[in-house]
């Protein structure tokens, strides 16, 4: 690959995120969230990785397909349900799990007349995000028609303040799940995402949705990755490509949004947003070259970001400069940067060519 960009995949460490989640919550089958590529870490990668996962989730009946394509024999839950008739006929000859948010969907499953008795229902109780799900007054109708179609039934919720260990918004959310549960007494219930998992035990129950926590981030504000004993599964890597020296007053990039206080030692990388390194790190974030901290200077271009690595003894070209990765993490970047951690990883574009850690490459870890 002649840009020499590339994210480095720990499986091992995917691994261990996975077995964590499993420590933290006893009987309950984790089913593993590779939706979005697996969170920008490779859809194929992740699922081959997790081979022995209890299952997985995605957010479309496509997403599921590719899953099955490769041999998977596990659950498959579609979080996002079916979209469409042709969903509801591919769904059941995948044998997915399908959530049930809307009334729709059962109007398409009827449409559909498939036989959907061997397919697990979840039939989504909206518990305060006001995005999908039924409501408190419309749960019992949705139960009793996904029990006339399906006897094998989840009560699902979703968390959406859980990463706010101060908000009081998470008790509320699990007493209006537990009011529900105890009326419509489900066989089965399931809530928790990554930081569900990690810091909210009572929403633990029969089924827990792991995501971000797997590729080794933190899904709790104030709180590290390391904290919760999680390790990071990618580093993003590439090369100097240009060293040039600048002059006091001297502007960096597009709009020269960095002038040079004196003089400067400029390393340009062979990285930039359309790679999915963001522009919001521009003048905020730091990558590691030869061990040390080096600030971005000027506007993240589409292939191209300038650091400053003036305090380097010695820089060269085709040097390496980690973007996160060993003692800089993704987390660190996204919080200077100011982006959400989810979205940072997400963002990794097609172009950057994925090298899944070997047990010889010692010196990548
Ligand atoms: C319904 C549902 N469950 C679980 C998850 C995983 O969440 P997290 O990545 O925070 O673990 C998601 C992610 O968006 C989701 O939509």
């Known amino acids: 690959m002649s840009r020499n960009t590339r994210a480095v995949l720990h499986g ?28 920008g870490h490779g859809l194929s990668w992740v699922v081959r990785t997790l081979h022995d996962a209890d299952g997985f989730c995605v957010a479309s009946v496509d997403e599921a397909a590719e899953i099955r394509d490769m041999n998977v024999h596990q659950r498959i839950l579609v979080l ?40 697990t229902l979840w039939v989504k109780l909206d518990i305060g995000m006001s995005r999908l799900g039924f409501n408190a007054q419309q749960i019992e109708a949705a139960w009793q028609s996904c029990g006339a179609l399906s006897q094998s039934r989840i009560l699902m919720g979703h968390l959406a303040y859980a990463d706010d260990l101060d908000s009081s918004d998470t008790a509320r959310q699990l007493a209006r799940f537990e009011a529900i549960r105890s009326r419509l007494r489900p066989d089965r219930v399931s809530l928790a995402n990554s930081a569900g998992i990690l810091a909210w035990p009572d929403s633990h129950a029969d089924l827990v949705r792991p995501g971000l926590m797997l590729y080794g981030l933190s899904p709790v504000k104030g709180r590290s ?20 020296e600048c002059q006091q007053g001297d502007r960096i990039g597009y709009g ?15 990285i930039g947003y359309g790679d ?24 993240v271009s589409m292939d191209m970001t300038c650091v400053d690595v003036t305090v380097l003894e010695s820089i060269s070209v085709d040097d390496e400069a980690i973007l996160w990765g060993g003692c800089l993490t993704a987390d660190d970047v996204a919080q200077s940067s100011g982006v959400l951690n989810y979205e940072l990883i997400c963002g990794i574009t097609r172009r950057v060519e994925s090298r899944p850690l070997l047990d010889q490459d010692a010196s990548l870890r």
């Not at 522009?279 to 000027?298: M, T, Y």
Request: charged share 20%; net charge positive; with cysteine.
């Open 225 to 244: 990755a390391d904290e919760f004993d999680l390790k990071p599964v990618m580093s993003l890597r590439s090369r100097v490509i240009s060293v040039r």
């Open 276 to 299: 999915g390194y963001p522009v919001a790190a521009s003048n905020r974030a730091d990558v590691l070259i030869r061990g040390h901290r080096c600030p971005v200077v000027g506007r």
């Open 80 to 119: 996002e349900g079916i979209q469409s008739i042709e969903d509801a006929v591919l769904a059941q000859a995948l044998g997915l799990d399908l959530v049930v948010h809307h009334h729709t969907q059962l109007d398409w499953f009827k449409a559909a007349c498939c036989d959907l008795s061997s397919i």
């Open 12 to 39: 091992d460490a995917l691994r261990h995120n996975y077995q964590m989640s499993k420590q933290r919550t006893g009987q309950a089958e984790s089913l593993a969230v590779v939706k979005a590529n697996a969170y």
């Open 256 to 270: 020269g949004s960095y002038t040079c206080p004196d003089r400067r030692q400029i390393a340009v990388l062979a």
